[in-house]
């Protein structure tokens, strides 16, 4: 029997609990399509139950040559470069955007669902609103070379009519475990957690903007649980298609997240303000927050878990005990 599935990133972050989540449906017939080189990211397939494992660029030449199997009804696009501080514009657009067109293309021609990964770094500042409404894409400026690559897809499948029958994810901040391979790039729930750990504090990046406090910069937070749910209601409905935020549909202050921490492990709050890179201050966001509206009227009704439980129930159930979502049940 061939796979039905596919989950392109699926020994990264996100990637690697969706197949968690689905094997805990009873789902084994999943294609991991990855590339691992030399870093951590195979700890996260540890204890995952998937029929085959294959390289992204292996993968892509069985994409280019049709060489799929027939029973496959579902691609998860989640393989891409995350970086929001990566300055090669070339690679990000090989990786973000033509790998997925390369594959949009495929599962349109072949009747396979298409389900990918866009990013609310698409979003830029703020200006303008934070609507999944494709419609309002091209209003849309990105800060960052990460998310113009990731914004490019959103257009190109728009004005293609792709996203009347494919669905694109535009992911918040997510946090939870399996991101301990991202370096940099994971979430300061998991950053906060070592320094305080290793130094009794945590380090916040200073405001650079008027009116803004130090510590008081928003996102919009949301645990690895909830974003999943989101992603299976989504997939168990085939007539979903288009733009959906996956996001808790609240800001909250990076102050909160550090207090979140500090209640978490029972310590005296001890939070220091740095100065942000200069390099990065013209792009950093100061505020996010997810309108969630398409996805409630869709009928997904779950509660999101508050920042504070989130927090908590990942410092003490993943980051002390050292556990991996793929590893624990």
């Known amino acids: 029997m061939g796979e039905k599935i596919v989950i392109t990133g699926g020994a990264g972050f996100i990637g690697s609990a969706l197949a968690w989540r689905l094997n805990a449906e009873g789902e084994e017939d999943i294609l991991i399509v990855d590339s691992l080189g030399a870093g951590e990211k195979w700890e996260n397939l540890s204890g995952l139950r998937f029929s085959d ?18 029973s496959l009804e579902t691609i998860f696009h989640f393989g891409a470069c995350s970086s929001t501080t990566e ?10 955007f033509e790998y997925s067109k390369i594959l949009a293309r495929y599962a349109l021609d072949s009747g396979v669902r298409f389900i990918y990964a866009s990013s ?13 409404r494709e419609t309002e894409l091209g209003r849309l400026r990105p800060l960052n070379r990460y998310g113009f690559s990731k914004h490019l897809f959103d257009l190109y499948a728009h004005r293609r009519g792709w996203l009347e029958k494919i669905t694109g994810l535009k992911f918040f901040n997510v946090y939870g475990p399996n991101e301990y391979h991202k370096g940099s790039m994971r979430s300061m729930v998991c950053k906060g957690y070592e320094q305080i750990k290793h130094r009794g504090r945590i380090a916040l990046f200073q405001s650079h903007r008027d009116g803004w406090r130090d510590g008081e910069q928003e996102r919009d937070f949301i645990y690895i649980k909830d974003a999943l749910e989101m992603v299976l209601f989504i997939y168990r409905d085939p007539g979903l298609s288009g733009i959906f935020n ?29 100065s942000m890179p200069p390099e990065i201050r013209a792009t950093y966001q100061y505020h996010t927050e997810a309108e969630m509206t398409r996805l409630r009227r869709a009928g ?25 979502l793929a590893g624990t049940d």
């Open 120 to 132: 609310a770094a698409t979003y830029g500042d703020g200006s303008r609103g934070y609507r999944d």
């Open 87 to 96: 300055t090669d514009t070339r690679y990000l657009v090989r990786n973000n």
């Open 53 to 70: 494992y294959q390289e992204k660029d292996d993968f892509l030449d069985r994409v280019r040559d049709r060489d799929l199997p027939g």
């Open 300 to 324: 997904y009704d779950r509660p999101v878990t508050p920042l504070e439980e989130g927090v908590r129930d990942y410092v003490t159930n993943y980051l002390i005990p050292g556990y991996h």
């Open 246 to 274: 996956i996001g808790s549909g609240k800001a909250r202050t990076w102050n909160d997240l550090g207090e979140a921490l500090f209640d978490a492990l029972e310590a005296e709050k001890q939070i220091v303000y740095v």
